[in-house]
């Protein structure tokens, strides 16, 4: 099974001919073995804290997750309505998953978890994420993180 | 995500990236990838499935320490079964469903109240259950929202907020009104899959019926933002195709 089986024909044509970026550069970084890694979480669902602004159409910017938040918390603002939000609303960790981050943290697994985690929200022209993508690498570096795990929706 | 991760490394930051759609990860070519077969919004499998969950983060994670670069697109094995319909599932809100007459906006009104209501509930059950509440984009309350996605049946209201327009107040009460009935109709678990909770929506209630109805009127209209909010936003793209719309 795949993932895009649910979809229609149409829709699935439509995702698979989505224009994507092309890039000349090949960047590969090692930081070391995951054991010393300390890893951030970056989601693209649209999601953030209730009292945050929320996404709007277009939105490159991105939304700051305290790893210390309540899921309780965490509300969706995605602008597409075209993917399951079950899972999401009952469980954060099916496309946020802090706890499992920290447990991996705390077996050895992980070096550490960021202090902050980070949505972007997708269906937004990935080349206007660029400055963002780039000013937050500054912030990850600031908190002595080495390492992304990137979930999408 | 590719692209983010493009971004990202060339600054220093390694990156690895789940994928949903493989035909992305292959066209981009990011370092790491794991490609997993799950349905979109469930990149890491489902609900309530912490091992899982934990399985598929861990896969992504270890392609962090192989070699092999520029690009590495790795398989996640799974056959998939978390998304088949559970046969024991009890849908505690099956009956809660309101008759509604789209023809007349104040009855349509006090059928979506009638139905938000009787589902408070279960939306409390659902919260208590999962320590998840959801519902907030639009910062109004439920009464509210009620009142100004059925006043859309009629000519546009004024916004309820004074920082957002009456439309995009539309989009973000519409999006709390489905994450209600969604997580209302959750309660009492049984792990059922999304079709079956997204099906209940959209087939037996008022609020469905009323955001179908908006799409219906406004997506085709001159008001260019009613036209993407209720034409793109209101109703996915699956029961578009279903419901014959």
Known sequence: ???????????????????????????????????????????????????EVPFKGGDFGYRTIPANADARDIVMSHVSVNFDRTAFQQDLDAIFPLSHLADMAADGTIGSVATDHYSFMGATDPALMEDDARELAGRLQADNVDTAVLIPV | MSALGHYLEEEGIATTIISLIRVHSEKVQAPRNLFVPFELGRPLGAPGNPALQKQVLKAALDLLEREGGPSIIEDYDDDGVYQAPAA??????ADMGVDVDLGDMDAARAAMQAEVTALKPLYDQAVAETGRDPVGVSGLS???????????????????????????VLRYAADDLKAYYLQAV???????????????????????????????????GEDKSLKVVCGNFMVPHMQVHGLGL
Request: proline share 7%; net charge negative; glycine share 8%.
């Open chain 2, 142 to 168: 439920m009464d509210q929202i009620v009142d100004h996605v059925s006043a859309f049946l009629g000519d546009p209201p004024d916004s309820p907020r004074d920082d957002l327009s009456s439309g995009m």
């Open chain 1, 1 to 51: 099974m795949v993932a895009l089986s649910n979809l229609t024909e149409h829709y699935q044509k439509l995702l698979g001919n989505l224009e994507c970026p092309s890039f000349e550069s090949e960047p590969w970084v090692n930081p070391g073995p995951l054991k010393d890694r300390r890893v951030t979480i970056i989601s693209s669902g649209g999601i953030h804290h209730r009292d």
């Open chain 2, 186 to 220: 959750a309660a009492g678990g049984g792990d059922p899959s999304s079709v079956q909770l997204t099906d209940w929506f959209w087939q037996q209630t008022a609020a469905a019926k009323v955001l179908i109805a908006l799409r219906a009127r406004w997506k085709d």
């Open chain 2, 88 to 93: 024991d599932w009890v849908n505690l809100a």
